[in-house]
């Protein structure tokens, strides 16, 4: 069974910057596409970045535009979030996840097949 192990993550300050990164625990396993979703207690898991192994391809979500950037690591089979200009309503649980279909639809959470177990983002005003 593949896992998706994250790191990065906790405390920053508005305006500052994090770096979230996500491998799997076999890098020879084969994934279409990888990326962050996030959720605050009591709401829905959105969108972060999400990105394809093929080309690089990115989707991010409309608030995280122009502020985050997901980048990729073929060879490990990882991902990394740099999340800069931080906001108060930047903290939640964000969540690597990474999807096997081949032309999946990479911004629809439920194409997903691994998730990792989440790692915590609180940014102060």
């Known amino acids: 069974q593949v896992q998706l192990v994250e790191s990065g993550g906790g405390l920053a300050q508005a305006g500052e910057s994090l770096r979230l990164s996500c491998a799997a625990s076999?890098?020879?396993?084969?994934?279409?596409?990888m990326g962050w979703f996030r959720r605050v207690p009591g709401q829905e898991r959105e969108l972060v970045a999400v990105t394809k192994f093929s080309n690089g391809e990115a989707w991010y979500g409309e608030s995280v535009k122009d502020r985050f950037i997901i980048s990729r690591d073929n060879a490990k089979n990882a991902v990394s979030l740099q999340m800069n200009r931080l906001k108060a309503e930047d903290t939640a649980r964000y969540y690597c996840?990474?999807?096997?279909?081949?032309?999946?639809?990479?911004?629809?959470?439920?194409?997903?097949?691994?998730w990792g177990q989440g790692t915590q983002v609180t940014v102060s005003s």
């Open positions: 076999d890098s020879a396993f084969s994934f279409y596409a």
């Open positions: 996840a990474a999807e096997t279909e081949v032309l999946g639809r990479v911004t629809v959470q439920s194409e997903y097949d691994y």
